[in-house]
DNA sequence: CACTTGACCTGTCCGC
DNA sequence: TGCGGACAGGTCAAGT
């Protein structure tokens, strides 16, 4: 489920609320493959230790403790990591419902004329950041960590891809995952001709495999693939060899332009994703193309968006604007 | 080696 | 209403 933007949302989150936290106790929930390596380390890492930072790299959580160790965590699919506690009060709203986030629907909403969105101001106006998660710990929690001020982390991941580990900080780029995966595509130094000469390795394949290869660019999943193959208009079949410099380049930058603009919106909620306050993200309701098919095309009002298979991913395209 | 496919899990939705 | 199958935002291992 969560990709870059995601992720570094839950990060802020988290840096507010549980910096200068100690841990209490860990609580497991029948759930091993959650936290493989908790057994071992548990007592002697975590337990006393407090929270000194919180950062990530790719779609990966970075949890810096006092003992010099660091839980690592990845949401995978439907991971989420809430904090409920004193700071920010309960995160206990109303009970949830599947259908509590009903997409906000508007008339003739103005767009943007350069990049598709309807009038992002107007549009969001309003929009309540729901909470989607009722009671803590609930059926899909994994693992649960008592701070001693009696706030708590909760690890919830209904299909339990998801996983958190604990390392020494200083193993943490070590770490297979960490030596594989590349550049972050929102650094500066993260340049069109870095990115080009890193997605030519992958030549022999599309274009939407290649942005979701982990190893060429940090970050990309299917939401902000195809929001961003519709920006830079590239179909997503497209084998790599196929597409030019120029055109990797603006596409470089629609990655960079969506990603940044999901963050600002707080992620993407479809199904599973909240906040470290357990609130839904609201880009999703901007998307262009992602989950828009039977819908027109922002940039055809007479095209309407398509889903097709791609990389064994539903992919989402304008079958104009996306010339194969 | 490069590339593609299936597996990991649970839940939901859709068609019969 | 019930049931089987397809599908869901990510990554690996195993296959071609």
Avoid at 63 to 72: A, K, P, Q
Avoid at 149 to 154: E, F, I, K, N
Avoid at 162 to 188: A, C, R, S
Avoid at 230 to 238: C, D, M, S
Wanted: contains cysteine; aromatic residues 8%; hydrophobic residues 40%.
């Amino acid at each position: 489920m969560p990709e870059l933007p995601e992720v570094e949302t839950v990060r802020r989150g988290l840096h507010e609320l549980i910096i200068g936290r100690t841990i209490k106790s860990i609580r497991e929930f029948e759930s091993p493959k959650s936290f493989p390596n908790a057994a071992s380390d548990i007592k002697t890492f975590l337990i006393g230790a407090s929270v000194i930072d919180v950062r990530r790299r790719a779609k990966v959580l970075l949890i810096d403790l006092s003992s010099e160790y660091t839980l690592v965590v990845h949401l995978k699919m439907t991971g989420q990591l809430v904090f409920v506690g004193n700071t920010a009060g309960p995160a206990v709203a109303s009970a949830p419902t599947s259908r509590s986030h009903a997409r906000l629907e508007v008339g003739v909403a103005p767009r943007d004329v350069t990049h598709g969105f309807r009038d992002l101001e107007r549009f969001g106006a309003g929009h309540p950041n729901d909470s989607l998660i009722g009671e803590l710990p609930d059926r899909s929690t994994r693992v649960a960590v008592a701070f001693t001020d009696g706030s708590h982390l909760y690890f919830n991941d209904q299909r339990k891809f998801g996983w958190m580990k604990l390392f020494p900080t200083v193993e943490v780029p070590n770490i297979d995952f960490m030596k594989k995966v590349g550049p972050e595509p929102l650094e500066d130094a993260f340049t069109a001709s870095a990115f080009i000469e890193r997605i030519r390795r992958r030549n022999g394949t599309t274009i939407k495999a290649a942005i979701l290869d982990q190893t060429v660019l940090a970050g990309v999943g299917n939401i902000y693939a195809d929001e961003s193959l519709w920006g830079a208009k590239i179909h997503p079949v497209v084998r790599v060899r196929d597409v030019t410099d120029k055109q990797l380049a603006v596409l470089l930058k629609e990655i960079k332009y969506v990603m940044n603009l999901a963050i600002e919106k707080g992620g993407s909620t479809d199904k599973n994703y909240v906040n470290a306050e357990g609130k839904r993200g609201s880009y999703i309701d901007f998307a262009r193309v992602f989950r828009q098919e039977g819908k027109a095309c922002p940039r055809h009002p007479d095209v309407i968006i398509e889903k097709i298979r791609v990389a064994g991913r539903g992919t989402h395209i304008c079958p104009v604007c996306q010339l194969q």
